[in-house]
């Protein structure tokens, strides 16, 4: 069991100096925490990749490219969907079990054998260092409790279905870190996450599809 293989190690999307527009790369130097010199504004160069995030037979060119604004590894329409589970880690369930948890009381949060499934559209995702939206139903903020999560994201990179656990890492095409963004007084007001998590950062301008059979029938926008 091991990862999908693909020519690449590390990769990241970004909008490049050179060009003005959106490429996927490796950065050039392999120790260089992407993140933190974005948001310190220092110099990151990738070799460009040519193909698709999604591909696995994308491959390292000898082209370099200048980061101007670094995105999220997928864009919306790679992700399609994102699936979450609540309380995953073994160490933070036992935490809360056995201390008391100001937060998660908030929450109405009860550790159970059962995992807790909620669901982010691809509308709620934003990019590193981006703006964080609050939508006017979870103002204020002080009445709110809006709150931040570092969670570890897992990239599926084929379709699976009914996998077992032997072969779940053959699935799997990479990993990268996201904040899971949630407001606690809508989560503990409802049995279910998505509506405290989910929130669209701008309902005007979502795509909309009708598709049967492979066929595109409809092709519009909430613009």
Request: glycine share 6%.
């Amino acid at each position: 069991m091991a990862l999908i293989s693909t020519q690449w190690a590390r990769l990241i999307r970004f909008v490049a100096a050179e060009t003005a527009q959106i490429h996927i790369g490796q950065p050039v130097d392999p120790r260089l925490d992407v993140g933190l010199a974005a948001w310190n504004k220092q110099t990151i160069r990738a070799y460009e990749i040519s193909g698709s995030t999604l591909d696995p037979a994308s491959r390292v060119t000898s082209n370099i490219l200048t980061v101007e604004k670094l995105l999220s590894p997928l864009s919306r329409e790679e992700m399609k969907v994102v699936r979450c589970v609540g309380l995953n880690y073994s160490d933070l369930a036992s935490t809360l079990t056995n201390f008391s948890c100001i937060l998660f009381k908030i929450a109405n949060i009860v550790i159970s054998s059962a995992p807790k499934l909620f669901y982010k559209p691809p509308t709620s995702m934003i990019g590193p260092n981006a703006p964080i939206f609050i939508p006017k139903v979870a103002q204020p903020v002080e009445e709110h409790l809006s709150d931040y999560e570092v969670e570890l994201t897992i990239v599926i990179g084929k379709a699976a279905k009914n996998v077992s656990e032997a072969d779940a890492l053959d699935y799997v095409l990479g990993y990268t870190g996201a904040n899971d963004v949630s407001f606690r007084k809508h989560q503990r007001t409802t049995s279910q996450y998505g509506f405290s998590k989910g929130f669209v950062s701008n309902p005007q301008d979502i795509p909309l599809t009708c598709t049967l059979n492979g066929q595109v029938l409809q092709d519009g926008n909430t613009k």
